[in-house]
């Protein structure tokens, strides 16, 4: 049975730091890239960050770029989110997923494409002003 597990979650104040971790099971982790998504209330999921699997490359939209950092660590079979300067905006619900590969969609902004294989449940950060 696949499992992604997100933990780290919590309550921060504005300029605070959190570290989320994933840690998953039931499938070759080596092989697939990792994903940070978050959900807010009202709002559309967005994909924060994602490590890939063979070079360890990673991906960050404009909002996340130079806060967050994503690191993979494969003989834990775990993924951590070092998430720095939080903002109220980054409250949200924030779930990991795995998929062969990250993919970036071409488009104004670019986004990380939801598509992926397989689904954790969430993880609830918020951040106060």
């Known amino acids: 049975e696949v499992q992604l597990q997100a933990s780290g979650g919590g309550l921060v104040q504005a300029g605070g730091s959190l570290r989320l971790s994933c840690a998953a099971s039931?499938?070759?982790?080596?092989?697939?890239?990792i994903g940070w998504f978050r959900q807010a209330p009202g709002k559309e999921r967005e994909g924060v960050s994602c490590i890939s699997s063979s070079d360890g490359s990673t991906y960050y939209p404009d909002s996340v770029k130079g806060r967050f950092t994503i690191s993979r660590d494969n003989a834990k079979n775990t993924v951590h989110l070092q998430m720095n300067s939080l903002k109220p905006e980054d409250t949200a619900v924030y779930y990991c997923a795995a998929d062969p590969r990250c993919t970036v969609v071409v488009g104004t902004p670019p986004y990380l494409s939801y598509g992926m294989a397989y689904w954790g449940k969430g993880t609830l950060v918020t951040v106060s002003s």
């Open positions: 039931g499938f070759t982790f080596d092989d697939y890239a």
